[in-house]
């Protein structure tokens, strides 16, 4: 069975730091591009960082130095390091799987992630 389950969302004060991570059952890891993806209060649910199935990662501008993706494929989990944390990383937090790889022009797109966890809520205040 296809699983991904997100856990260690809170509420955390602006500059404070969360770990993110994602149980994955189901999916073999060298098949799969993963990637973290939050749903903020616009409609759109954006990407946020992201690891191709040939290693290569990419995180959206607005994280950057802040945020820091990892995978273990022992233990077939995904982890989110958020430090520093805004306002405005504020939402609720997936991770995801596609089929990969995707390279770069397609690696942040939401569209192309197939299997979805239920998502963990964070919540910055300022």
């Known amino acids: 069975q296809r699983k991904l389950v997100e856990s260690g969302g809170a509420s955390v004060q602006a500059g404070g730091s969360l770990t993110l991570s994602c149980a994955v059952s189901?999916?073999?890891?060298?098949?799969?591009?993963w990637g973290w993806f939050r749903q903020g209060s616009g409609p759109e649910r954006e990407a946020v960082a992201v690891i191709d199935n040939d290693g290569t990662i990419d995180y959206t501008h607005s994280v950057v130095g802040r945020f820091t993706i990892s995978q273990d494929k022992v233990e077939d989990t995904l982890t989110l390091q958020m430090n520093d944390l805004k306002p405005e990383d504020t939402g609720t937090y997936y991770c995801?799987?596609?089929?990969?790889?995707?390279?770069?022009?397609?690696?942040?797109?939401?569209?192309?992630?197939?299997?979805w966890g239920q998502g963990t809520q964070v919540i910055v205040s300022s």
């Open positions: 995801a799987a596609g089929l990969g790889p995707k390279g770069s022009l397609f690696r942040l797109k939401v569209d192309g992630y197939q299997f």
């Open positions: 189901g999916l073999p890891s060298r098949f799969y591009a």
